[in-house]
């Protein structure tokens, strides 16, 4: 898998209920949307657009999942379901590939989730996997986005618990590293210019 014929794309990260995108829900969602195709000129730079929101998944959240994620019951009491979020998450990919760890997964719930709403699923978005293209590079070596950050010299999680901002704030440098070295670059990141955040109206800024 080559990080390469796309100039800007999605980096995505999820937390959950569980592992069965039929059955478990969506409770966190962070997206970065970046143009990969700035890292030419700029010297390791490139502006980004971020979304994130906490989900209410309308059922309990496990407790095997919040102790994964942090996220409880109570985090999401007066939060949204995911359909009523659902276009304006759409709408933020729109046509630009997704970059996930482990893209399947992300691309699964997804999927399930923009179904149940009515919303435009991401049949025609291209993917890329930044824990398989490790893994292409890596045979045989441990595959986890910590695992892979430390590779990669890309600094990792501050804590135990998984959480989709921080996930896909380092999934997104992995990419961009990935990205640098498929296009025949010094794999060197410098830092990145976030542009302000898209504001989701009932998320507590």
Known sequence: MLFSGFDEAVVIDLETTGLDPQRDRVVSI???RSRFADLKRNSGMMEAKTMDALVHPQRRIPTAASRVNGITDE???DKPPFAEIATLLRDFIGECPIIAHNV???RKFLN???RRAGVKTLARNRSFCTMRKFQELNPGRKKSLDDVANWMGVKGRAGPRHGAIEDT???WEIAARFYMMDH???ATIIGWRPT??????FQDQ
């Open 196 to 201: 302000p955040g898209v504001d989701l109206p």
């Open 184 to 186: 025949g670059m010094k």
């Open 112 to 114: 399930a989730e923009f």
């Open 75 to 77: 985090d999401v009491t």
């Open 169 to 171: 704030r380092i999934t």
């Open 104 to 106: 399947s997964f992300d």
């Open 30 to 32: 962070a997206m970065i």
